[in-house]
């Protein structure tokens, strides 16, 4: 059974890097048949797609943050990590991580439990 | 990007009760359509995939049904544990994947 695991800080101060790690046990993210997600929810309010990374290292980020971005990839860790450069307090949420189903059917399953980022001033 | 119009955004139910919830899209988006429930503090849980395709260990007492640009969330008899916040999401046209705003259940 595939689980995901956030991890990171949990304080960032505004115009730094946040950075955080999805680590995969039980399945290997090298696998073909999936791409791997990151999701974010600002407190109260709904949820966001931030972007996917593929095994080949390909990836797709959503629009809106394409230019503070980077999704990497580390197999030999089987984990995946989440960049967004200049943060400001807009950035504060709780950030999920998730195993992406594409190829046929799509949805996203299982989610990591997700972890909070504030950003101070 | 396609937005997603969930309704009502709010829904007030009993135990026991049956609750429908709509998700129509600003454009087609054939059957690539899911629903989660997210409860406070957890992460959000696939319920159905593929607009009507019940994920293994969700209880039957939930469907989906709906194609191209509306789509439905049926909770048959409403039980304690099914208030929550839920969600539609597509995975027709990316980037970007997009959510609808969210539907809260609560109890009456």
């Known amino acids: 059974q595939v689980q995901l695991q956030e991890s990171g800080p949990g304080l960032v101060k505004a115009s730094q890097t946040l950075s955080l790690t999805c680590s995969v046990s039980?399945?290997?993210?090298?696998?073909?048949?999936?791409?791997w997600s990151w999701i974010r929810q600002p407190p109260g309010k709904g949820l966001e797609w931030i972007g996917y990374i593929y095994y080949s290292g390909s990836t797709y980020y959503n629009p809106s943050l394409k230019s503070r971005l980077i999704i990497s990839l580390d197999m030999s860790k089987n984990d995946f990590s989440l960049n967004v450069r200049s943060v400001t307090a807009a950035d504060t949420a709780v950030y999920f991580c998730a195993r992406h189903v594409w190829f046929g059917d799509r949805y996203f399953d299982p989610w990591g439990p997700g972890t909070l980022v504030t950003v101070s001033s | 990007d396609i937005q997603l119009i969930q309704s009502p955004s709010f829904l007030s139910a009993s135990v026991g009760d049956r609750v429908t919830i709509s998700c129509r899209a600003s454009?087609?988006?054939?059957?690539?359509l899911a629903w989660y429930q997210q409860k406070p503090g957890k992460a959000p849980k696939l319920l159905i995939y593929?607009?009507?395709t019940l994920q293994s260990g969700v209880p039957s007492r939930f469907s989906g049904s709906g194609s191209g640009t509306e789509f439905t969330l049926t909770i048959g008899s409403l039980q304690p544990e099914d208030f929550a916040t839920y969600y539609c999401q597509q995975l027709d046209d990316y980037p970007p994947i997009t959510f609808g705003q969210g539907t809260r259940l609560e109890i009456k």
């Open positions: 039980g399945g290997s993210i090298t696998s073909g048949d999936y791409y």
């Open positions: 454009q087609g988006i054939s059957s690539y």
């Open positions: 593929a607009a009507s």
